[in-house]
């Protein structure tokens, strides 16, 4: 999930989904997601830039559900970086 070079395909792909995370419609979305993206986007490379880009295709109010842990997250959907976000989530909720 480190380098120091990243190609202009990832560099594009990080700005669109740091957009896409802060501009879901869902205000709760955009600050959970939002949040992650900017802290942990830099750091992926393509493979996790993908695993992102597919939970973000998912419906907000199933996003919003597995984040909450009122719902699992599919198997389908559980890769590194969804646990990762599982974990910031958590780390966000005992914080606050």
């Known amino acids: 999930m480190t380098g120091d070079q990243i190609s202009p395909e990832e560099s594009a792909l990080q700005r669109r989904l740091l957009f896409q995370s802060k501009h879901r419609g869902v205000k709760e979305l955009d600050l959970i997601l939002g949040r992650f993206a900017e802290a942990h986007l830099t750091q992926f490379r393509m493979a996790e830039l993908q695993q992102f880009a597919v ?8 996003i919003y559900d597995w984040l909450v842990g009122r719902v699992p997250l599919p198997a389908r959907l559980q890769n590194p970086v969804t646990g990762l ?3 910031f989530t958590n780390r966000e909720k005992t914080s606050l």
């Open 55 to 62: 939970l973000l295709g998912e419906p907000d109010p199933d």
């Open 85 to 87: 976000l599982l974990d």
